[in-house]
């Protein structure tokens, strides 16, 4: 049974960056995809992006594009998420949450890390 | 982009009864490519239902999906107490941009 255990709580200031883990056990990490998803307080579910740790490759969604850094690494079976040029909108509970890597089974999530909240705030 | 609506935004029933939620996407969605999270507060989101209409393991046989192209219904066929939550329906666009959007969410609590 896979689990994806999350790092924790950060509290960081605007323009700062936060750089949030998700490790994975119980599975063969590099056979899936890791994406990210983040929720504002009070908020629904907003897709930022995933990586295949098999391949390295990272797809961002548009929104996010430039500001965000999707890496894994295989043999610690933990991917990282990093988020440049914090704002007090980028306040959120951030999951990671592992994909099949084609086909019907990317299009799923299925297990999520617990959640790593982000309060930007100066 | 593809957006997905939910309707209604909160629902409110009793335990016992029978819920119907619904998401309408803006373009048609493949069914193997539409599932469903229930969201507790506090917690993470859980898969219950992929490719349209199947459950995903452990979750009980009173949930249920169904639809095609644009329409797309999660049924919950009689409520415990621990069904009361948000949830969430997702697509998943393949062709380049890869893209996954969530509709924003139905709450189901008690009335």
């Known amino acids: 049974q896979v689990q994806l255990v999350q790092s924790g709580a950060e509290v960081k200031k605007p323009g700062s960056s936060v750089k949030v883990s998700c490790k994975a056990s119980g599975g063969t990490f590099s056979s899936y995809t890791i994406s990210w998803v983040r929720q504002a307080p009070g908020q629904g579910l907003e897709w930022m992006g995933r990586i295949i740790p098999i391949l390295g490759i990272a797809n961002y969604a548009q929104k996010f594009q430039g500001r965000v850094t999707i890496t894994a690494d295989k043999s610690t079976s933990t991917a990282y998420m990093e988020l440049s040029s914090l704002r007090s909108e980028d306040t959120a509970v951030y999951y990671c949450a592992r994909g099949g890597r084609g086909g019907a089974t990317a299009a799923r999530f299925d297990p999520w890390g617990q959640g790593t909240l982000v309060t930007v705030s100066s | 982009e593809i957006v997905l609506t939910q309707s209604p935004g909160t629902l409110s029933l009793s335990p016992g009864e029978r819920a119907t939620l619904s998401c309408r996407a803006s373009q048609s969605v493949s069914s193997s490519y539409l599932a469903w999270y229930q969201q507790k507060p506090g917690q993470a989101p859980r898969l219950l239902i992929y490719?349209?209409?199947s459950r995903a393991t452990g979750i009980p046989d009173r949930f249920s999906g169904s639809g095609s192209g644009t329409d797309f219904t999660l049924t919950i066929s009689r409520l415990e107490p621990e069904d009361f939550a948000v949830y969430y329906c997702?697509?998943?666009?393949?062709?380049?941009?890869?893209?996954?959007?969530f509709g924003q969410g139905t709450k189901l609590e008690i009335k």
């Open positions: 490719g349209a209409s």
């Open positions: 997702q697509q998943y666009g393949s062709s380049p941009p890869v893209m996954y959007t």
